[in-house]
């Protein structure tokens, strides 16, 4: 089993900053890609980040590409989303999750029900 806790949320202003972290434990955190997904109100759950089992090759979805930045301590078992520029449309609740899969240390996907652990989430709110 694998424990997920995410942190760093909050509410900021629109163009303000903040750092989402996602401690793991429970499994060797560095034979695992990690991912960032968020969920909207009323809105289905949506991929937001990746990154490989070593940081290198971090994916990013096109809404967040040149705000976001993905990236992973395996020393603290943690990944963080640096989040820049944020916008109203960022509000959502912030999951982290972990791909267990052996492809996934080559391989990044977008797709949830390829992601083997989840976090609880933690909420953002961008204010306009």
């Known amino acids: 089993q694998v424990q997920l806790v995410e942190s760093g949320g909050g509410l900021v202003q629109a163009g303000g900053s903040l750092r989402l972290s996602c401690a793991a434990s429970?499994?060797?955190?560095?034979?695992?890609?990690m991912g960032w997904f968020r969920q909207a109100p009323g809105k289905e759950r949506e991929f937001v980040a990746a990154?490989?089992?070593?940081?290198?090759?971090?994916y990013y979805a096109d809404s967040v590409k040149g705000r976001f930045t993905i990236s992973r301590d395996n020393a603290k078992n943690t990944v963080y989303l640096q989040m820049i520029s944020l916008k109203p449309e960022d509000t959502a609740v912030y999951y982290c999750?972990?791909?267990?899969?052996?492809?996934?240390?080559?391989?990044?996907?977008?797709?949830?029900?390829?992601?083997?652990?989840w976090g609880q989430g933690t909420q953002v709110t961008v204010s306009s």
């Open positions: 429970g499994r060797t955190f560095s034979r695992c890609a």
């Open positions: 999750a972990a791909d267990y899969r052996p492809v996934s240390r080559t391989t990044l996907t977008t797709r949830e029900d390829e992601y083997d652990y």
């Open positions: 990154i490989s089992w070593s940081g290198g090759s971090p």
